[in-house]
């Protein structure tokens, strides 16, 4: 409406008279309109300048914010997707790596029990054939003792049958034709 009344004024005074005189009728004053609108645009460049634009800015700084927060969310949901898939394939190596430890240690516990078999038999077989030894030598020296005894008991008997004492020549000759006989019969 500013701009029409200067327009009307220049091409036609009177209109122009009528036209301001009209306005003025109503109670509207063109120099109050012109502060009016001059102090909206200073009160709104204001409040843009100093409102407006730092509130527009903290939104687009939430909204990156926000954005980068749910990219951060996606991310580590594909990490935790991803570890969680490392961790099943570590499971499955570990399970291979047990299942062939275990086996490994029940083929050395089968070889040391064989070993081990094998050494207490040859152990038994050694005493058996110790035995053995020690029993034979036992039963030569009986043997020796036997005759001993025997040859002694010969000669005491004889002794008493001849009723004479024998000389100690003729007693070691009486003892090692009785130990000959009895070794000559054994064998």
Known sequence: MIDVF????????????????????????VGHIVMQLISFAILAF????????????TLDE??????DGLKYAEDMKQQLADAQEEKKRVL??????????????????ESRIE???????QQAEGILTKAEQQIELDRQKM???ARSEI???????TSKVLSRDL?????????????????????
């Open 167 to 187: 000389s100690s020549d003729e007693r070691n000759r009486f003892l090692e034709s009785a130990s000959s006989d009895l070794a000559s019969s054994q064998n």
């Open 6 to 29: 200067p327009i009307l004024a220049a091409t036609d005074p009177q209109a122009a008279a009528e036209s301001v005189g009209l306005a003025e009728k109503f109670g509207i004053h």
């Open 62 to 67: 939430r909204n990156a914010k926000i954005a």
């Open 92 to 109: 499955q190596e570990a399970s291979v790596e047990a299942k062939k430890l275990i086996e490994e240690a029940r083929q050395a516990a």
């Open 143 to 145: 043997l020796s003792d």
């Open 46 to 57: 204001v409040l843009y300048r100093f409102a407006f634009k730092p509130v527009f800015a």
């Open 115 to 121: 070993k081990a078999s094998q050494e207490a038999i």
């Open 151 to 157: 040859a002694r008991l010969v000669v005491a008997t």
